[in-house]
């Protein structure tokens, strides 16, 4: 069983607020299990809909999914580190946080 979204987005976040402090070399491996993280949220989110069609629900998930696309854009740069990219992911967590349900699934 999966955790609750909303203990799964707060350890997201925990994660995107301890990469943005670490220098560029150490960066790629806290940016992998940020990257992990959201994306075992995104697929919780994704069972709980298809369980039970929900607008809070999906408002989340759409805000994961931003979160998730700027993070892999963060792993694969093309001009180097962008925290630019982390913060934006930052934001649109602590926005899928709001529509978080905090049980765990029926």
Do not use: F
């Not at 180097?80 to 913060?87: C, E, F, P, S, Y």
């Not at 926005?95 to 765990?104: F, L, V």
């Amino acid at each position: 069983m999966s955790a609750p979204p909303q203990d799964l987005c707060r350890e997201a976040l925990q994660l995107l607020e301890e990469a943005l402090g670490k220098p560029p070399p150490e960066l790629s491996a806290e940016v992998d299990v940020a990257e992990q993280k959201i994306a075992q949220l995104r697929d919780e989110l994704i069972d709980r809909l298809r369980a039970a069609p929900d607008q809070a629900l999906r408002a989340a998930l759409d805000n994961v999914n931003a979160a998730l696309s700027l993070v892999v854009g963060v792993e694969y740069p093309v001009g180097g580190v962008q925290r630019d990219m982390l913060k934006q992911a930052r934001t649109a967590l602590e926005a899928a946080q709001q529509h978080c349900p905090t049980g765990a699934a029926p």
